[in-house]
């Protein structure tokens, strides 16, 4: 899986920015990020959407990137 984390940082956003863009809320991108929830399939669709990447492509096992 491509962790938002480093997602996020290599597109240079705070959580705030990535809540903004993708409709989640920055306390849920904080526990997805840290592990303590895994987050509704829902905001995984956002969060796809919001970094302009497929769900698949975001959810893909490590080592799968083209």
Do not use: K, N
């Not at 597109?11 to 809540?19: E, Q, T």
């Not at 306390?27 to 669709?45: K, P, Y």
């Amino acid at each position: 899986m491509h962790h938002p984390t480093r997602i996020r940082a290599e597109c240079g956003w705070p959580y705030d920015a990535l809540a903004e863009r993708s409709g989640v809320t920055r306390r849920t991108l904080i526990s997805i990020e840290t592990g303590s929830t895994r987050g509704a399939l829902d905001s995984w669709f956002r969060i796809a959407e919001a970094f302009e990447m497929p769900l698949g492509e975001l959810l893909s096992p490590p080592g799968t990137d083209d």
